[in-house]
């Protein structure tokens, strides 16, 4: 499906081919054991036991792999994928490097857990500068990053990694496959929460790894298999429905992101407006280059968190709720889950309400909220 567009190519991911009497898109097959044959045993099946073989686990992984240009395995969730391939790959003092401003539960993870199984781990800002990638093993970055939506040269890493020997994995969360193709950009891994705009109906937890490399495939598939880290039937195959309409619900999410981050950046009451899709955000030399469009989400500083409290409160389309790249419009005021940001930076995700609509809801409850400060007390 290479050399067809966006829409169509997922419409038709992962599909089975057509089988008269049979649906588009196979019900979810619920099984913990499989009928097995007397005399082979397993080797007779590709099912043998639910928690390494679903066959709606594997339709799903061949429509996001094949979004993604890879192989790919889902996980229960997003932190479910990122753990298993750090715990998978690295070992006593191997060192890696993680993003020191992208999703804070990766890094918790590295403190609590990998140092303390002797793995060293340096924690580098998204845009740089990286250090010497000399004796690293591997390279974690989100590009963009969650939430300061700061972007790295995947292309250009890539390269220094390579020429290191150490491996290099990208977030692709905020992006999608649909945004941005990190195996063609020289990647060794893809990871994600297929939680957020992949599947994008807030309904499901999902994480997914993809790779061209079949030893870091089946390292992580071992993984997988003896933590049991896997999603269920009924969410892998609610996810490979929802992922039919993922160019549809981008196009729609990103035009109300440019939308607002205009309308934000007019605002003299508004500062820090971040989205890598206007040409002065200082992501957008490299974004305008390494993405294939830019995704639905934003953020902005409302100055204190009794402002943002008054800004949700009078929005009626901006629902106050942690996550992004759903249907609904949200926002989230990062600091309250102690992400290192100030108390009145908002993390806003688009929808795909219309765009008018969204615009006009967002200028009256920013003029309902009023000024932040002491001023807007009461
Ligand atoms: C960039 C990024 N990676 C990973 C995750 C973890 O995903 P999940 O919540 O599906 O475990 C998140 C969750 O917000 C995220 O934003």
């Known amino acids: 499906?290479?050399?067809?567009?966006?829409?169509?190519?997922?419409?038709?991911?992962?599909?089975?081919?057509?089988?008269?009497?049979?649906?588009?898109?196979?019900?979810?097959?619920?099984?913990?054991?499989?009928?097995?044959?007397?005399?082979?045993?397993?080797?007779?099946?590709?099912?043998?036991?639910?928690?390494?073989?679903?066959?709606?686990?594997?339709?799903?992984?061949?429509?996001?792999?094949?979004?993604?240009?890879?192989?790919?395995?889902?996980?229960?969730?997003?932190?479910?994928?990122?753990?298993?391939?750090?715990?998978?790959?690295?070992?006593?003092?191997?060192?890696?490097?993680?993003?020191?401003?992208?999703?804070?539960?990766?890094?918790?993870?590295?403190?609590?857990?990998?140092?303390?199984?002797?793995?060293?781990?340096?924690?580098?800002?998204?845009v740089g500068p990286y250090p010497s990638l000399a004796g690293v093993r591997l390279v974690l970055v989100e590009t963009p990053a969650n939430p300061g939506l700061d972007v790295v040269d995947v292309p250009a890493l890539a390269a220094r990694a390579r020429a290191a020997g150490a491996l290099l994995a990208v977030d692709n969360t905020t992006a999608t496959p649909l945004g941005q193709r990190p195996l063609d950009l020289g990647a060794d891994l893809v990871v994600?929460?297929?939680?957020?705009?992949?599947?994008?109906?807030?309904?499901?937890?999902?994480?997914?790894?993809?790779?061209?490399?079949?030893?870091?495939?089946?390292?992580?598939?071992?993984?997988?298999?003896?933590?049991?880290?896997?999603?269920?039937?009924?969410?892998?195959?609610?996810?490979?429905?929802?992922?039919?309409?993922?160019?549809?619900?981008?196009?729609?999410?990103?035009?109300?992101?440019?939308?607002?981050?205009?309308?934000?950046?007019?605002?003299?009451?508004?500062?820090?407006?971040?989205?890598?899709?206007l040409p002065d955000d200082p992501a957008y030399p490299v974004a305008s280059v390494q993405l294939r469009r830019v995704p639905g989400v934003l953020s902005f500083d409302l100055g204190d968190a009794d402002r943002v409290a008054r800004f949700l409160d009078a929005a009626r389309l901006v629902a106050a709720a942690t996550s992004f790249g759903g249907l609904h419009t949200s926002a989230d005021r990062r600091a309250q889950w102690g992400d290192d940001t100030t108390p009145g930076f908002v993390r806003l995700s688009c929808g795909v309400e219309d765009t008018v609509d969204l615009v006009a809801d967002v200028t009256a409850a920013l003029d309902a909220a009023g000024p932040g400060g002491a001023a807007s007390a009461g």
């Open 192 to 277: 994600a929460s297929g939680t957020k705009a992949l599947t994008g109906h807030s309904d499901l937890l999902l994480g997914y790894l993809a790779s061209r490399s079949a030893e870091l495939l089946d390292t992580v598939t071992a993984w997988r298999t003896t933590t049991g880290a896997i999603p269920s039937p009924f969410d892998a195959w609610l996810a490979h429905r929802s992922l039919a309409t993922l160019d549809l619900r981008l196009a729609r999410q990103t035009a109300n992101a440019e939308a607002l981050a205009r309308l934000l950046t007019d605002r003299p009451d508004v500062t820090g407006v971040r989205w890598p899709g």
């Open 1 to 126: 499906m290479a050399d067809q567009h966006d829409g169509t190519r997922c419409v038709h991911a992962g599909l089975p081919d057509p089988v008269p009497g049979e649906p588009f898109l196979p019900g979810p097959v619920f099984a913990a054991p499989y009928h097995l044959d007397p005399w082979q045993g397993p080797a007779a099946t590709p099912n043998g036991y639910g928690r390494p073989d679903n066959p709606t686990r594997r339709l799903l992984e061949a429509a996001i792999g094949d979004l993604e240009g890879g192989d790919c395995r889902v996980f229960a969730s997003g932190q479910a994928a990122i753990t298993g391939l750090l715990l998978a790959v690295l070992r006593p003092g191997d060192t890696v490097l993680l993003p020191a401003d992208g999703y804070f539960p990766v890094r918790a993870f590295a403190t609590d857990t990998l140092e303390r199984l002797g793995v060293r781990v340096a924690f580098v800002p998204t």
